[in-house]
């Protein structure tokens, strides 16, 4: 019961001083570090939590779209309006950026998407 009690009081802290939760777009390491239902893409610098190997939006998230990326793959990367967005659980040193000067996968899609430092 101790060990419960000692948890919950960890988690009420993290959860009152704004740790973020993984999420699409958060930095990582390894792919427990992301949403279950996503990898961490350790292609990029810090990491990336998506998907890759897409090949129309609906095999993305709600929240992100299939982007055809220069190294020649497909990746769900997070949409955005601004740079913000991408960057509530990355470092300064691993931010993404807010941009639509990508090639979407779907034509006519209209979104701009976080897109994380190559690694």
Sequence with gaps: ?????????L????????CPQPSAGSEC????????????????????????????NEDCHADAVCVRHDDGTNYCF???????????ARSAENESNC?????????GTNTKVCVPPSG
């Design 29 to 56: 390491r390894e792919s427990r570090d992301c949403p279950e239902d996503q990898s961490c893409l350790t292609e990029f610098k810090g990491g990336y939590c998506g998907d890759k190997d897409c090949t129309k």
């Design 99 to 107: 941009v639509s000067n990508v090639t979407l996968v779907e034509a």
């Design 78 to 88: 997070l949409k955005c309006t601004d740079k913000p967005e991408c960057n509530r």
């Design 11 to 18: 988690t009420a802290v993290l959860w009152l001083t704004g």
């Design 1 to 9: 019961m101790r060990n419960l009690a000692g948890w919950m009081g």
